[in-house]
């Protein structure tokens, strides 16, 4: 079985402050995928990030940067001098085998908002 | 190619009425995968195709559920006798098959949001 977990429901901070929004996944194979979206109020679900699991490498791209440890199952994003166009709900989701064939699991999400 | 492309954008129906769904993947892509995302909830999974082979199905897709993409192209998602639950945003996502490429991504459309009455 796979699993992932954004144990922050709700997130809020001021603007021009650093958040990490945290996600713990579980799976047992050695080969699997990670990702990262973005909904904003709009509804659409907008791609960030995917991450290999056999490639450890963190990344940054502008005021996102992404912390993948595969020791401790954790794939953190974390958004720099955050802006009140971060404000959105953000998923965190794991492409992985289960039973044979390979689905995208998401988290519940973490709505962030910006405070101006 | 202009992405993923769900329509209608919006349903309402009345319950017992059967509605069905398009999507439109990225024309290169040959995975597509069906999710349900209710208010404050995370999308959950309900199918996935290969081509044209539905490769898994949640146990959440009821017999009232089907899901097709002939010839590895678009597909539909039907739900017959629709009920109250059944109100949610069904998103579509399609994408290469993950090792293909390091940049693969998957990319969902917009949605299309049904409300039964």
């Known amino acids: 079985a796979q699993k992932v977990t954004q144990a922050q429901t709700e997130i809020s901070v001021v603007e021009k402050e650093d958040v990490t929004l945290d996600c713990v996944y579980e799976?047992?194979?050695?080969?699997?995928?990670l990702f990262w979206y973005k909904q904003p109020p709009s509804g659409e679900l907008v791609f960030l990030i995917r991450r290999n699991s056999f490639d450890e490498q963190n990344e940054i791209s502008g005021r996102y940067s992404w912390n993948f440890q595969k020791s401790t199952s954790s794939f953190n994003f974390t958004i720099t001098a955050s802006q009140v166009v971060d404000s959105a709900v953000y998923f965190c989701a794991l492409l992985a085998d289960s039973g044979g064939y390979q689905k995208v699991t998401f988290g519940t999400g973490t709505k962030l908002q910006v405070i101006p | 190619d202009t992405g993923v492309s769900q329509n209608p954008r919006h349903k309402i129906t009345k319950r017992g009425q059967n509605v069905t769904f398009r999507c439109d993947p990225i024309s290169e892509h040959n995975r597509l995968y069906w999710y349900r995302q209710t208010l404050g909830q995370g999308p959950e999974f309900l199918t996935y195709f290969q081509n044209e082979a539905q490769l898994e199905k949640s146990r959440l897709l009821s017999d009232r559920f089907s899901a097709e993409r002939p010839k590895g192209s678009f597909s539909t998602l039907e739900i017959q006798r629709t009920e109250q639950g059944d109100s949610a945003m069904y998103l579509c996502?399609?994408?290469?098959?993950?090792?293909?490429?390091?940049?693969?991504?998957?990319?969902f459309g917009s949605g299309t949001q049904l409300s039964v009455l």
């Open positions: 799976t047992r194979d050695t080969t699997y995928y």
């Open positions: 996502a399609s994408s290469l098959q993950p090792g293909a490429t390091t940049d693969e991504k998957l990319l």
